[in-house]
């Protein structure tokens, strides 16, 4: 069990006061007290460290170094954490990353563990939690699609999956893309005709549905097929998925050599066309290794400081797509450095596959070995290949990766220029580096919702959107000025709960793309004069400064490219129809429209299939299942007699009465 050691300086060597941080942006101009060529801030930091040097663990854990203001700056691991700590004691020869680092330092906190293996783990589930500022973090975090064969059915289901494998059956994948999944599943159910309709649906169809007719499900629900041939079939594709294709194919080919030769022509047909389904299968997806049957493949490639993951899906000697990653890593870091922390990070969450092929060997490879073997039960091998089809499959994911990077270097200076083109139009001081748009969406006041959406230099930031549901009892249904200050206000109020801005690390020679700030330079209202009124009335209130508001009202007849602009201290303004800037600016709202009209049409959908059993305490997921099967409606249960509910699986005579007297008791409302 990891054991915590925290140690907290009684006075700290950085100041709280948010300006004594910035004396860590300007190490590479040399300024501060230095002594030796070492700047004061350096030398704190270095201090603070030796003096709880010798409460570090000498064995294996995770340390964490931590700022004035408690941020976290950064998670390592060693297998020494004591002598790992020693290297930060020295005041200097450290790289501008590191020195940063040391001066931030002002505390650390200490985790002992068992293990270099259990350190590596705890480390990086640390990271993913905190995202430390100074550590490689992988950025982008979705779950992989995978394609599921139900277990828990007689005739059992195939479907997508994505999250938590809490569902008895196979999972086949991972896929690198929904994409490529439903491009699978398509050509699956016309090879194998296997049902794809939920459990519910499933048991409750008296005649065959529409995908039976246009030949992509056998029908089990209405009997068209017997079990046993519908195993079959299931067995077919568990053993297409599992690697077995050409058995497969062979067996089909055989079928309908034999049927032609009986003169079953119709069913020959069919055999041929779940074939060309096999087919298309194979033939969509690319380069399919013939030594290779399980394996991820990663090549990292490095390119104007910034870096890019590019990995690769093999399963049953077939390549299921890949996909690109940006890690967040500082321009010093080596390749196989933000590698090596990038593949912790990934398989945090992911079942490895038996083998992983790398373009650059890692520090930490023994140790990732050992931690992805403990994890999945079986052994795990990482490589770097130097020949043979391995080695042409890393070099296919390293080409990948270089020409992915590319694109993005191009997309970044394209947004950058349109960042300067705004900060143009708008006269603001400098280009804005975070932009926040918010919008509202309704239907009278019902299901009201606002949103915001976030742009910067790298495009629409995603991860950092953010949906709110109306809920103020003192709003108006419909009023969209006090709907936005309801927002904006439970927005700044966070952030300046928060505390003021701390001046963000900016990597060597000014990189200010090292960190995204959590603030907005610039805010955009969809609305016109009444709603920009509400916003700079919130940010007065809160005290928020320095902060640039715009509001864009439709142009007559909600015409685009006629939008007025609304700032504080210019009168109402237009844009040029071919100003580069109002193209932006109409992406920015469209964008927010569509985040805050998807949000509404959820929750509303939601409210058309809220069940009053939702409303009863103490009436969870699986009874109200229960219910639902034993009397089919929501107004059946609400007829039945007490005496009734008694008879239903699960449910107790104290839920009973719950049930029987939340229905009666409205009955008397």
Known sequence: ?????????????????????????????GQGLAVDGVPAAVRNGAEAIRRVWEHAPAGPGVYRMIAA???????????????????????????TRIARMIALTASMVFVS????????????????????????????DKSFPYILLTGDNAAPQITKHRGARNRKGEYFGPFASVWAVNRTLNALQRAFLLRSCTDSFYANRT????????????????????????????????AFLSGKSRAVRDGLAQEMATASAAMEFERAARLRDRIAALSAIQGAQGINPKTVEEADVFAIVEQAGQFCVEAFFFRTYQNWGNRAYFPRADKSLAPDEVLDSFLAQFYADKPPPRLILLSHDVENRGVLEEALRERSGHKIEIAV????????????????AGEALGRKLSEAASQTKLLAVLAGAFELPRAPRRIEVYDNSHIMGANAVGAMIVAGADGFMKTHYRTFNIHDRDTIPGDDQAMMREVLRRRFARLMKEGPAVPGYTGPGGDEKAIFPDRPDLILIDGGQGQFDAAQGVLAELGVTGVAVAAIAKGPDRNAGRESFFMAGKEPFKLSPRDPALYFVQRLRDEAHRCAIGTHRARRKKEFTKSP???????????????????????????????????????NAATARLVYDFFHERGRQ
């Open 69 to 95: 203001n408690g941020e976290v700056l950064y998670v390592g691991k060693a297998k020494s954490v004591r002598k790992r700590i020693a290297s930060y004691m020295r005041p200097s020869g450290h790289t």
């Open 207 to 238: 005649r065959p549905c529409l995908l039976y007719q246009i030949k992509r499900c056998s029908a089990p629900c209405t009997g068209e097929i017997s079990e046993a041939e519908y195993a079959r079939l299931v067995a077919e594709a568990r």
């Open 613 to 651: 059993l939702d409303e009863i305490q103490g009436v969870g997921p699986a009874r109200k299942r229960a219910l639902l099967h034993a009397f089919g409606t929501a107004k059946a249960i609400s007829r039945a007699a007490l005496s009734d509910f008694a008879k239903v699986p699960g449910i």
């Open 113 to 140: 563990t068992e293990t270099e293996t259990e350190a590596l783990l705890l480390e990086t589930n640390f990271i993913k939690q905190m995202k430390p500022r100074f550590n490689v973090l992988m950025r982008d």
């Open 385 to 400: 290949p130097r020949k043979g089809e391995k080695r042409d499959l890393v070099e296919h994911a390293r080409q990948n």
């Open 1 to 29: 069990m990891p054991h915590v050691h925290k140690n907290r300086l009684s006075s700290p060597p950085v100041s709280e006061d948010p300006s004594a941080t910035a004396a860590s942006d300007d190490l590479d101009a």
